[in-house]
């Protein structure tokens, strides 16, 4: 039912900036947090960033905080990353979902995933 699209994502020069954004329908994903998550050839899925329901609070993954911002707009159903200052290691397909939360110590989402948006970062 939850339907997910992830746009934005490119190819970028080290030290470059990229927004993507992520629209949600299908439930009330407005009332829940959201996040991004990315996945890079050969590793397991990781959580990057994450927004409260109403924006108020931001989380972030340690190797981006301070270079990432994560935002929402829930008169649109749609959040959005902000990537500043990027680096090789950046490269991921990245992935937005809705209710994260932690379990066990670690960021998860709903079981359902969108397709993705590929972010390539170069020198």
């Known amino acids: 039912q939850v339907q997910l699209v992830e746009s934005g994502g490119g190819l970028v020069q080290v030290g470059g900036s990229l927004r993507l954004s992520c629209a949600a329908s299908g439930l009330t994903v407005r009332s829940y947090a959201m996040g991004?998550?990315?996945q890079a050839p050969g590793?397991?899925?990781?959580?990057?960033?994450?927004?409260?329901?109403?924006?108020?609070?931001?989380?972030?993954s340690d190797s981006v905080e301070g270079r990432f911002t994560i935002s929402r707009d829930n008169a649109k159903d749609t959040i959005y990353l902000q990537m500043s200052s990027l680096k090789p290691e950046d490269t991921a397909v990245y992935y937005c979902n809705g209710d994260v939360r932690t379990v066990l110590g670690d960021y998860v989402g709903m079981d359902i995933w969108g397709q993705g948006t590929q972010v390539t970062v170069s020198s």
């Open 43 to 60: 590793k397991e899925r990781e959580f990057v960033a994450a927004v409260s329901w109403n924006g108020d609070n931001t989380y972030y």
């Open 36 to 38: 991004w998550f990315r």
